[in-house]
């Protein structure tokens, strides 16, 4: 409660910097909206359903991408970190699209997919899958080699070993790259929507196009301020959770 009041504290100071900015006029209204004109805005967009209607949108892309990438990431991790041959091509691969920016992804979408869902799902997954699998092998490989040879010599073997030693052992390392995934498919699902139209739903992104080209910064920067909101309650809600069990599991929380 007492973090939670500091947060409070922290924020509501730095809107009335703001606030207090805009009254000055140290910068064009313009350019740079007051809080109270970002409020309305938002107020508005959730009373006529706009705003709860995107995020519902954008959610569901973001959620059925990340989870697809995470099914074929991780065995592929696994796998990578297992078998030489894999590592020298896919681990080379990957190590090389991943620094590929998430916006590359959309042309190749569109082209293939045109103006659909399955583009929007392929670019959120091409955005996912590459850090999950390096985080995935790099976690196997750095793992302890002594936990292995003290399974084996208590008889574990094959899939028995992978599942309740390395595994186990490598899960700080995954968890991390999955971190890294949701942030790298948060990024590529707003170019996706930013450039791909779909009628049968619009997102976030697409909010956030309109308001590029409408001049509308209340609605542009209320946008950008729903994004950061979700994203911090995503990782509240989704790994936050995962990084103190496993802090406590380790002997490492403080």
Not at 31 to 40: K, T
Not at 115 to 134: H, N, R
Not at 178 to 204: C, D, H, N, P
């Amino acid at each position: 409660m007492k973090r939670f009041f500091k947060v409070i504290v922290f924020f509501g100071g730095l809107v009335a910097v703001w606030q207090a900015l805009c009254v000055a006029r140290i910068w064009s209204p313009v350019l740079v909206p007051s809080p109270a004109n970002v409020g309305r805005y938002l107020w508005g967009a959730v009373l006529d359903g706009t705003l709860g209607g995107a995020v519902v949108v954008t959610l569901k892309r973001l959620l059925l991408g990340y989870a697809a990438g995470l099914v074929i990431g991780l065995p592929l991790g696994l796998l990578t970190a297992r078998f030489n041959l894999l590592n020298d091509t896919l681990g080379l691969l990957a190590l090389g699209l991943q620094t590929l920016p998430s916006v590359c992804w959309v042309p190749l979408a569109l082209l293939w997919f045109g103006q659909t869902e399955m583009a929007m799902l392929f670019v959120v997954v091409m955005g996912t899958l590459w850090s999950v699998i390096i985080a995935t092998d790099n976690g196997v490989r750095n793992i302890s080699p002594i936990f292995v040879r003290a399974a084996k010599t208590m008889g574990s073997r094959g899939l028995h070993t992978w599942l309740k030693v390395i595994l186990p052992a490598a899960l700080p390392f995954i968890v991390g790259g999955m971190k890294q995934g949701w942030a790298f498919a948060w990024r590529s699902l707003m170019a996706a929507e930013i450039y791909v139209t779909i009628l049968s739903g619009f997102g976030l992104g697409s909010l956030l196009n309109d308001g590029r080209e409408l001049n509308a910064m209340d609605q542009v920067i209320g946008i950008m301020l729903v994004l950061l909101f979700i994203g911090l309650i995503a990782d509240k809600i989704l790994f936050s959770p995962w990084e103190r069990f496993l802090r406590r599991r380790w002997g490492t929380a403080i």
